[in-house]
């Protein structure tokens, strides 16, 4: 059964560093796409960056030069490393995976929450 399981999360001063990961049990995940999306409270989800399965990173402007999206196919393990946080990145984070192959296949993490606060 494929499933996403995000971890890292937590509280982080504003400034601090943390980094996500996204354990992913998906056979053959090297032919999925995959990415991070964030929700804060009252808003409504919002993409935050992706990386194709040859290692090809994209990012929203509100986090590009401060994250940095990886992934290592051979643990099945996506990454996303935080810098220069805000208390705007306060939000719940997750994980997605999907398959370019089958347009519909798409799978999500049950979410970890970041808060960026003093």
């Known amino acids: 059964q494929v499933q996403l399981v995000e971890s890292g999360g937590g509280l982080v001063q504003p400034g601090g560093s943390l980094t996500l990961s996204c354990a992913a049990s998906?056979?053959?995940?090297?032919?999925?796409?995959m990415g991070w999306y964030r929700q804060a409270p009252g808003k409504q989800r919002e993409w935050v960056a992706s990386?194709?399965?040859?290692?090809?990173?994209s990012y929203a402007n509100s986090v590009k030069g401060r994250f940095t999206i990886s992934r290592d196919n051979a643990k099945n393990t996506v990454f996303l490393q935080m810098s220069s946080l805000e208390p705007e990145d306060t939000a719940v984070y997750y994980c997605?995976?999907?398959?370019?192959?089958?347009?519909?296949?798409?799978?999500w993490g049950q979410g970890i929450q970041v808060t960026v606060s003093s």
């Open positions: 998906i056979i053959r995940f090297g032919d999925y796409a």
């Open positions: 997605k995976a999907q398959s370019l192959t089958s347009p519909i296949t798409n799978y």
């Open positions: 990386i194709t399965s040859g290692g090809n990173p």
